[in-house]
């Protein structure tokens, strides 16, 4: 982990070596201002997000769950596919840990349709 002050970022294998979670939560005075959570797949030796949740306010493209509410973008070829926003209102100091349990959960469903939607069903791919 690393990070200054209070703020969290570090990787967590879901499936090693080829799938992980990126957690990376911003605070001050120990709130949470900003957090990214998202699950990364490995395509061609490069990174490629497969859904993310956050809460960027200050980002223009960044979204405020405590006005949006909170959301999972789904991405395919690298671009956003669609968004997932019928999630239960969760308030922004639980919002990391909700999102990093959501990917666990529901991990093996999000790789395998990303999998397929980017041929990597080989078996010696996972």
């Not at 120990?30 to 956050?54: K, M």
Request: aromatic share 10%.
């Amino acid at each position: 982990m690393t990070g200054a002050g209070d703020d969290v970022q570090y990787f967590d294998w879901v499936e090693y070596p080829h799938a992980r979670v990126r957690v990376e939560i911003d605070k001050s005075e120990g709130r949470v201002t900003r957090f990214v959570v998202q699950l990364e797949r490995l395509v061609n030796n490069e990174w490629s997000e497969v859904v993310r949740f956050d809460h960027e306010p200050k980002n223009p493209n960044g979204h405020d769950i405590t006005e949006e509410g909170l959301h999972m973008d789904v991405y395919r070829e690298s671009k956003k596919a669609r968004v997932k926003d019928d999630f239960p209102p969760v308030p922004l100091s639980d919002a990391p840990r909700y999102c990093i349990t959501y990917i666990r959960k529901n991990a093996d469903q999000l790789l395998r349709r990303f999998e397929q939607w980017h041929d990597l069903n080989d078996p010696t791919t996972r």
